[in-house]
């Protein structure tokens, strides 16, 4: 394997079962991605880019082939074991922010640098959320916040562990365009300060024509 | 961050959402049952066996009906042990002409070692307690000698031929006995006074007793040492034996009252299971979003358990708190039916109520919290995917397991534990059997209402099996309450009222043979009416065909305890009334001076006996042998004089006895009692009318403690209420907001609401109020064969008070959800 190659994926097939028989999501699939390379999965819905998305980063298991994530093969991993991999190498943006309600911002970018053990964490996630200019609401929940300020927190709180891997799902899905305009900024600023490899869903084309390479999936197959 | 650290900073927030507040309550509910009624039962049973000391007078009781080995005593101080002896013999004592028959009781320095005398300064007087003995040359008779001999303090009585001062009265001595006939005048001397009365002659008969007392180590290692060392006629008994003649009603009656505190934990589950369902449906996503941040499953179970554990701790704190309280109400329940002073509360009890939630969450809420931290983390991107199901012996396994567990603790024996688990199953699913035809047949009504009732009874109809539990959940609790009211009140009243008027309200025990005829001539004359006049002499049975009763082994404690006592003995050729021969038969005139007997049924099933059996007695020192003639079965509550043992005349006629009999009596002046008392002082009587009133305040008492447990019943029904509502939330919160969409008034779908609540509250009640009726219908033609009438009030009260309490807390569960704005609701869809 190139050892610039940080997203590897051999012959990847995802088959589900469904009352009306199996379905194939993702149809053999073969995909390499460099080290600080942004690249977008653009399609239609039901195109199956959110499934490829939880493959590569190891969420799931494909039905068939093979992945490697910063070197390591996750598709022979257990769960805890790809969590582990995921807690250390991977970071995600979703469309919904998913943020701990019960949490404060601070504690929500904290999270992902306490499950590694890091001592640092409260002083690395304020550093963190002072970059994405969320400084003075450090102590806040989420319900205190704005949607494009809880998406500025999930973003920090991908970004703050420096991941190998940044996968990003529908990142401004749920933002008027203006604020998804300064996410979609914030975000490809980070990237760039910390060379993270970006891996974009996206329906937005703008978006994806930012990425360095756009991917297009039509029926589980890239074309 | 570790996994209990961040759990509880999870909890601390999600507290303020009050999704965890009916898991808590449920838990706190259990926990406050069951530390409540077991700080009760501590204190009661540590009492029992500090009762059963004094009731021996000492830890161990040595008894001979000769005199006692003083190698024993000196084996006794040499271990370490305090040791007394007592000398009980019958014998008149006398005052001038005047003599009255007592119970001479001489004691040594020490007595008693365990409890306390009491004594007055005059006949009838206040008691005071006293660790004094009577000093050498005194006396101390209790007050019915005293007035029987026409004595007071100061006078000197002869017992045999010494002659002793009165100083003080004798009120109790511990070691007296309770029994019916045990109730003959007493003098309490010092023993070094017994040899001057030459009353203890070889061959007399005197009842002698080692007593010794030590730490609970000593005492048994002094009784091995006595047991190997005894004669064969001496008899040891122990805290154990004595326990069962002071506690068995009073353990009988708090184990019952653990039970009824078990059907609260048992209903507390079922809430608790609804919680911690709702708990994972709550924590599907955080477990999934955790896991795509790189948290394992064991961190996420971690995480749950902290939570759960930490619920836990607060409940417990929370429901012994409410506990102790409790039991302090439930002791004010029960005064007067527990007469000796309670230890203080022991911390063991505490500790029952944190092992019961821990349990209950370990059964009823772990196995869903373990399938939670199984939700993969592709949850985060697909909401279809929840946890995996769990295989069904690990979803019911532990829940089953758990109750088995808490029910096997608080019962202590495993048949009682399958009994009482076998009965609540019966028990739940008749209820369950009639709440679905009552739901079912209440759904099938909705066609014919108006908007509101069609909602309602629709939600009732579509969410059945949430329904069903709910009235079984609040219609347990209920039943057993109407039960207890329908027992307290009607069956009572009709009991007594069943009596026919003229049923003896006197009973008259020891009243001497050559007074026998004096004595029912004296009751004739003032217009009373005897029932019989039978002989009762006291006995002990020996052997059952040849072998030692002392080493046999009977089922139940009322096998041992008939085993084991003194029988009254009586003859007769009269079958009496009230009594039918079962098998065998009666004595005819042939029998007179044979060795046969006739035994009560109770008698037989405790002990197993059939026809031809033998028995053996030692009366008064001679031993007879009798074989079973028939077994009789006797109405009791016919107040007639009976006996369990009947011997046909000319068998018995020369051992020593008295006489007893009932009589229908209403002395012509208050004044007559009292002369029958001078007339006949040996004679002891009880007026039925007394202790019909006394039985009646003890029932009472005991069934508001009862009742007073049940009302935990009822909460734990309430959070079962709850728990189904919470687990409703979001369905009911989207419901109301498109009603409202679509333009349905606030108070159209709070009135819909209510009719649910209302008919859930209806059911409950209805159920409830039908299984009272009919269990106080069955216990009055069955056990009791008086007329029943059911109380309307009983339905009115029961099926309104259900009503009115499951549509508060319905209501006020569901208010705020049926408050939010439909846009917000609908959005979040």
């Known amino acids: ?223 | 961050m570790r996994p209990v650290q961040l759990g509880l900073r999870l909890l601390a927030r999600e507290w303020r959402s009050g999704e965890l507040g009916v898991l808590l309550l449920a838990l706190a509910v259990a926990v406050a049952a069951l530390s409540g009624v077991g700080l009760l039962v501590d204190r009661v049973n540590r009492a029992m066996l500090l009762q059963a000391s004094e009731v021996l007078g000492a830890d161990l009781r040595l008894q001979s009906p000769r005199p006692i080995d003083a190698r024993y005593a000196q084996q006794a101080q040499a271990d370490g042990l305090q040791s007394s002896a007592t000398t009980a013999l019958l014998s008149v004592v006398l005052r001038g002409d005047a003599t009255q028959l007592a119970n001479v009781y001489a004691v040594a320095a020490g007595y008693p070692l365990r409890g306390t005398v009491r004594i007055s300064d005059q006949a009838f007087g206040e008691p005071q307690d006293t660790h004094t003995l009577p000093a050498a040359g005194e006396v101390w008779p209790d007050s019915r000698l005293l007035a029987a001999l026409g004595a007071n303090v100061g006078d000197s009585l002869s017992v045999g031929a010494a002659s002793l001062r009165v100083t003080r009265v004798l009120v109790s001595r511990p070691d007296q006995g309770s029994g019916f006939v045990e109730l003959a005048p007493t003098v309490l001397m010092n023993q070094i006074d017994l040899p001057a009365t030459e009353l203890l002659q070889p061959g007399s008969r005197a009842s002698q007793a080692a007593l010794f007392a030590g730490t609970p180590q000593q005492t048994q290692a002094f009784s091995k040492w006595l047991a190997a060392n005894k004669q064969d006629a001496e008899r040891l008994r122990d805290l154990r034996e004595a326990s069962p003649e002071v506690g068995n009603a009073a353990t009988r009656a708090t184990r019952f009252l653990l039970l009824a505190s078990l059907a609260s934990v048992l209903l507390s589950a079922v809430a608790v299971a609804m919680s911690a369902r709702r708990y994972v449906q709550r924590h599907l996503d955080v477990v999934a979003l955790l896991k795509t941040l790189g948290a394992s499953s064991r961190f996420a179970l971690a995480l749950s358990a902290s939570q759960l554990l930490a619920i836990a701790l607060l409940a417990t704190v929370l429901g012994s708190i409410v506990g102790y309280l409790a039991q302090n109400g439930l002791l004010r329940a029960l005064q007067g039916l527990i007469t000796t002073d309670l230890p203080p509360p022991g911390s063991g009890p505490l500790f029952m109520g944190l092992v019961a939630a821990v349990l209950l969450l370990a059964g009823f809420a772990l196995p869903p919290v373990v399938q939670l931290s199984k939700v993969p983390a592709i949850r985060i991107l697909r909401r279809d995917m929840t946890a995996p199901k769990a295989a069904a012996w690990l979803g019911y396994g532990p829940a089953m397991l758990s109750v088995l567990l808490l029910v096997l603790w608080v019962t202590g024996e495993l048949p009682l534990a399958l009994w009482f688990s076998a009965s609540l199953a019966a028990v739940v699913m008749v209820l369950g059997g009639a709440a679905l035809l009552l739901v079912q047949g209440v759904g099938s009504l909705r066609g014919r209402a108006g908007v509101a009732w069609r909602y309602g009874l629709a939600n009732l109809a579509r969410r059945r099996v949430s329904s069903v539990v709910q009235v079984i959940a609040f219609g347990l609790g209920l039943t057993a309450l109407l039960m207890l009211a329908v027992i307290r009140g009607d069956l009572i009243n009709s009991w007594r009222d069943s009596l026919p008027a003229s049923a003896p309200n006197y009973f008259f025990v020891n009243i001497p043979p050559d007074q026998r005829q004096a004595f029912a001539d004296y009751i004739s004359a003032d217009q009373g009416e005897i029932t019989r006049l039978l002989p009762m002499i006291r006995g002990r049975m020996t052997a059952i065909n040849d072998q030692a009763v002392a080493q046999m082994h009977f089922a139940g404690a009322r096998g041992e305890a008939f085993a084991q006592r003194e029988q009254n003995l009586s003859w007769s050729d009269q079958l009496g009334a009230g009594n039918r021969v079962t098998s065998g038969r009666w004595f005819d005139a042939a029998d007179n001076g044979k060795p046969v007997v006739s035994v009560a049924v109770d008698f037989q099933e405790s002990l197993g006996l059939k026809l031809g059996d033998k028995l053996r007695f030692d009366i008064g020192g001679e031993t007879y042998e009798a074989a079973i003639i028939g077994f009789r079965a006797i109405k009791w509550d016919s107040l007639q004089p009976n006996f369990f043992l009947m011997f046909p005349p000319g068998l018995l006629d020369n051992a020593a006895g008295t006489y007893m009999t009932s009589a229908r009596y209403r002395p012509t002046q208050s004044s007559t009692i009292a002369q029958l008392v001078r007339r006949f002082p040996s004679v002891s009587i009880f007026d039925m009318d007394d202790l019909l009133g006394q039985l009646r305040a003890m029932i009472d008492k005991a069934v508001l403690a009862v009742q007073s447990v049940f009302v935990f019943t009822l909460f734990s029904g309430l959070t079962v209420l709850l728990a189904a509502v919470q687990a409703s939330r979001d369905e009911r919160r989207y419901e109301s907001a498109m009603l409202r969409t679509l333009g349905a008034q606030s108070s159209t779908i709070l009135a819909g609401v209510l009719v649910e609540f209302a008919a859930i509250g209806l059911l409950a009640g209805v159920l409830a109020a039908s299984i009272a009726t009919l269990g106080g219908y069955v216990v009055a033609s069955q056990l009791l064969d008086v007329p029943y009438h059911p109380d309307p009030l009983l339905w009115l009260g029961g099926v309104l008070s259900a009503v009115v309490l499951v549509c508060l807390a319905g209501y006020l569960s569901t208010r705020s959800a049926l408050a939010q704005s439909p846009l917000g609701v609908l959005r979040q869809g």
């Open chain 1, 1 to 223: 394997m190139d050892l610039n190659i940080v997203l590897e994926a051999q012959d990847l097939t995802r088959k589900v079962s469904s009352p009306e028989g199996t379905l194939t999501i993702v149809d053999h699939i073969s995909l390499q991605i460099a080290a600080g390379e942004t690249v977008a999965l653009v399609g239609a819905s039901g195109a199956g880019k959110s499934t490829l998305l939880a493959l590569l980063a190891g969420l799931d298991l494909p039905s068939s082939g093979r992945i490697w994530l910063a070197g390591t093969e996750i598709t022979t991993l257990d769960e805890d074991a790809r969590a582990r991999l995921r807690a250390e190498r991977v970071g995600f943006v979703f469309q919904a922010f998913h943020l701990l309600p019960a949490l404060t911002a601070l504690e929500n970018v904290m999270l992902p640098l306490e499950l590694v053990g890091r001592d640092d964490a409260r002083s690395a996630a304020l550093a963190m959320l002072q970059r994405v200019g969320l400084g003075p609401r450090a102590g806040h929940y989420p319900r205190q916040l704005s949607g494009g300020e809880q998406q500025r927190v999930a973003l920090a709180r991908a970004s703050v562990t420096r991941p190998a891997v940044l996968f990003a799902d529908e990142p401004t899905g749920n933002l008027d365009t203006v604020t998804g305009e300064s996410i979609c900024q914030l975000l490809f600023e980070l990237n760039a300060e910390a060379g993270t490899t970006l891996v974009l869903v996206t329906h937005d084309t703008q978006l994806a024509a930012r990425c360095g390479r756009m991917l297009t999936m039509r029926a589980g197959r890239l074309e």
